[in-house]
C-alpha cells in the first residue's frame, strides 16, 4: 500500500513513540540514523510515505537539524530514502524490501552480526515478561479497548501490510506496561527479527494460526491470568521460532 503524500500512520503510535524518542548524546549522528531506520524497517512510515517535518523530527529525536539532515543524507546515499522539494516535498521512504529467499535470510543474519539463539531469547523473554506483568497488574477500560483495536487490525490487514500491523500489536503490549525501556528494548529487537522474517515466504496458514494466538494472549491478558499468558506467549513464539530456524539451515 502507497500513500504518496501521507504522514506515519497513527495506528503505529507505540511503534512511532518508541522509534521517534530522544537519542542519547554523544553518538547523535549514528543514532539518528538508527532510528529513521528503524522507522522504515518496522513500517512506522512505509514506502512511499513521508517523514514528520524536519523541525518536529529533530525535535521528537532531541536532535540539531543539521544533524537530522545528515542522518538523512546517509540513508538517501543508501536508498532508503528521497529528499523532495515543493509545497508537497519531504522525506519520502523508496526502500523496497528484498524478494524473499533463504539466501536473502542468511545474508541478513549475517549483516547482523548477532546470534540467532540469543536474538530469540532475548525477544522471548521481553514479550512474555510484558504479557506476564500486564495479566497480574489488569487492563483499564481504554487499554482493553486500545488492545482489541489492535489486535483488530491484525486480523483484517491484507499480506502486504501484516508484518506492520502484526509488530504494531505486539509493540501495544509492552507499551501498556508503562516502561518506556521495554518498548524501545522490544522495538530494537522487533526491527531485527523482522529483518529476518521478511526474507521468508509468508504463508497464509501461518498467519491464521498466529490470529488465533494473538487472540489467546489478549484473552489470557484480559483475564488476569499469567500462566496462560505466559504459555500463550510461548506457543506463539515457538512457531515463528521454528519457521526462522528451518529456513535458515
Not at 541478513?108 to 539463539?117: C, E, S
Not at 524501545?184 to 529487537?189: A, F
Not at 515466504?201 to 496462560?228: C, F, T, Y
Amino acid at each position: 500500500m502507497v500513500r504518496t503524500n501521507a504522514e506515519p500512520d497513527a495506528d503505529a503510535g507505540p511503534a512511532a513513540e518508541a522509534v521517534f524518542r530522544p537519542v542519547r548524546a554523544g553518538n547523535a549522528f549514528e543514532e539518528t540514523v538508527e532510528r529513521l531506520l528503524s522507522a522504515i524497517k518496522l513500517g512506522v512510515v512505509a514506502h512511499g510515505d513521508r517523514f514528520p517535518a524536519e523541525r518536529e523530527l529533530a525535535g521528537r529525536l532531541g536532535v540539531s537539524r543539521i544533524t537530522l539532515r545528515e542522518a538523512i543524507r546517509a540513508l538517501q546515499e543508501e536508498g532508503y530514502v528521497e529528499s523532495r522539494r515543493g509545497r508537497l516535498g519531504g522525506t519520502f521512504v523508496t526502500y523496497v524490501r528484498p524478494r524473499p529467499s533463504r539466501a536473502e535470510a542468511r545474508r541478513v543474519l549475517k549483516d547482523m552480526h548477532v546470534d540467532l539463539d540469543d536474538l530469540l531469547t532475548f525477544r522471548r523473554v521481553l514479550e512474555t515478561g510484558a504479557a506476564v506483568l500486564l495479566a497480574e497488574t489488569g487492563l483499564t477500560p481504554d487499554q482493553d479497548r486500545l488492545l482489541t483495536e489492535r489486535l483488530a487490525r491484525v486480523d483484517d490487514a491484507e499480506v502486504d501490510d501484516y508484518r506492520r500491523t502484526d509488530t504494531v500489536f505486539h509493540l501495544t503490549i509492552a507499551e501498556l506496561t508503562g516502561s518506556p525501556s521495554l518498548s524501545s528494548s522490544l522495538t530494537e529487537v522487533r526491527m531485527r527479527v523482522n529483518d529476518l522474517l521478511d526474507a521468508m515466504p509468508m504463508l497464509v496458514k501461518n498467519l491464521e494460526h498466529s490470529s488465533a494466538q494473538h487472540l489467546a494472549i489478549v484473552e489470557s491478558i484480559r483475564s488476569g491470568d499469567p500462566e496462560a499468558a505466559r504459555l500463550a506467549v510461548r506457543e506463539h513464539l515457538e512457531g515463528s521460532e521454528a519457521l526462522l530456524r528451518g529456513f535458515l539451515t
